[in-house]
Every structure is written in structure tokens, then in C-alpha cells.
């Protein structure tokens, strides 16, 4: 408000709160959950791997699923649910989407730091990313509302390999096996995107604008979870049984 007004404020506004429901429910998780999970087991960092390779595929995929759908659907959902006078949020809540991505991958590497008892490391970390942000702020508003969120988006990659650095000092997880982790997220939101547009190619002038999301996101949603059945099954089952340690954690061992 203070460098670009009360209008672009509002369409910020509008356009981050894509990241707040998932923000606030990793949050809630990981301190009710993932930190005392992590904290029994932080003399077993092999267990700790694992666990922290589990959650790694479990948000991708269902954090990736649901932000490509926010992406694809923004030019004409956003219009369609407040009006043509929010069109400047479309973009801007098309990117800090894919930012929220990067930041909860980044967010599940707060328990382990934590667990394996580096409270300085995370300060640290907390201080120096702070400035990033800062800075990234400063830079964006060249730009208006759309170089903020974009500038995010950017750090959110870079800043992405150096917190993983860290966590390699931590506890044994391979590049390697970090990545595989991703690849069923990346191959079924793939899978999502391609057909989202194909369907939506296709309504497109048969249809309303109200058609055409609904149609492109029930094909594109159905074909990304045949597509996780088909090829990437074993791990799917592996994520749902992390998700039933992270609602039941009695269970967990």
C-alpha cells in the first residue's frame, strides 16, 4: 500500500490467500506431528531420512495437483468468482501458486533442522532469508504486484538446493533419492496439466466459461490419479500410509 496503493494491496491480497490454507495446515502438522515424530527417532538418521523423503513425496503430490489446477483455472475463475475489475490478481496468484510448492518443501525441513537439534541453524536461516525476502521485495516492486510475487517464486527456487544442503548435514538423504521423490508429483501433474488444456481446447465455444472449468478440471483431476494408479501405484500407497501415521501418530513408530 505504501509504494503502490490500496488497489494493488487488494489484488495481492486476493492472490495470497492461495498460500494460506496449505501454509496453515503444514504449519499445524508439522508442529503437532512431524517435530515430536522427527524428535523420537534423532538418533536414528536413517529413520529420519526416510520419514523426511516420505513427507517430501507426500506434499509434492498433493500440494503440486491442487496449485496446477489453481494456476490453470485463475484466467477464468478469478474473473468469473469476483468480477473483470480483479483481473491484475490472475497472474500474480498464477505464480505465488507455483511458489507454494517450493516454500512447504522448503517448510518440511524446519522439524529436522529442529529435531537434530540446530535451533541455530534455523535462526540463522530465519535471519538471512528474511533479508532475501526483503530484497526480493524491493527488486519486485520495480514491477508492481506481479514482480513481487514473481521475485518470490525465483527465491523459492534458489533458496530450494541451499536449505537441502543443509539437511544433508543432517541426516543421509542423497540428491538422487531426494528427486525421485518428486517424480511421481512431477509425471501426474504433468498428466494433469496436458489434458486440462486439451479438454479445455475442446469446450472452448461450446460451452460457458463455468463448462470449461468444470469439465477440463474432472478429466484433468481423473486422468492424474489413473495416471498415479498406473505408474506410480507403490509409491502412492507408501504416501497414504504416511498421511495415516500423520492423522494417527500414536501409530507411528
Avoid at 521485495?137 to 543443509?166: D, E, S, Y
Wanted: contains cysteine; proline residues 5%; charged residues 15%.
Amino acid at each position: 500500500a505504501r509504494f503502490l496503493g490500496a488497489t494493488p494491496l487488494a489484488l495481492y491480497n486476493l492472490a495470497g490467500r492461495v498460500l494460506i490454507v496449505p501454509i496453515e495446515t503444514l504449519g499445524k502438522t508439522a508442529d503437532r506431528v512431524i517435530l515430536p515424530m522427527f524428535s523420537r527417532l534423532q538418533d536414528d538418521r536413517h529413520r529420519v531420512a526416510h520419514l523426511f523423503l516420505e513427507a517430501t513425496a507426500t506434499v509434492a503430490l498433493f500440494v503440486s495437483l491442487p496449485m496446477a489446477l489453481v494456476i490453470l483455472c485463475a484466467p477464468l475463475g478469478v474473473p468469473l468468482a469476483f468480477g473483470d475489475a480483479w483481473d491484475g490478481a490472475v497472474l500474480p496468484l498464477q505464480l505465488l501458486a507455483a511458489h507454494s510448492a517450493f516454500f512447504l518443501l522448503v517448510a518440511l525441513t524446519n522439524p529436522v533442522v529442529q529435531a537434530a537439534g540446530r535451533a541455530d541453524w534455523e535462526f540463522r536461516w530465519s535471519l538471512f532469508t528474511t533479508v532475501i525476502a526483503v530484497v526480493s521485495f524491493v527488486i519486485g516492486l520495480q514491477w508492481g504486484i506481479t514482480g513481487v510475487a514473481a521475485c518470490f517464486l525465483v527465491q523459492g527456487a534458489l533458496l530450494n538446493p541451499i536449505r537441502f544442503v543443509m539437511v544433508q548435514r543432517l541426516i543421509p538423504v542423497a540428491t538422487t533419492s531426494y528427486l525421485r521423490q518428486l517424480v511421481p508429483a512431477a509425471t501426474s501433474t504433468g498428466v494433469l496439466v496436458g489434458v486440462w488444456l486439451v479438454v479445455a481446447a475442446a469446450l472452448r465455444g461450446r460451452v460457458g466459461d463455468v463448462g470449461v472449468l468444470a469439465g477440463a478440471s474432472l478429466a484433468a483431476s481423473a486422468s492424474s490419479l489413473v495416471s498415479m494408479r498406473i505408474l506410480w501405484w507403490a509409491d502412492l500407497r507408501r504416501q497414504l500410509d504416511f498421511l495415516r501415521q500423520v492423522v494417527r501418530p500414536r501409530s507411528a513408530s
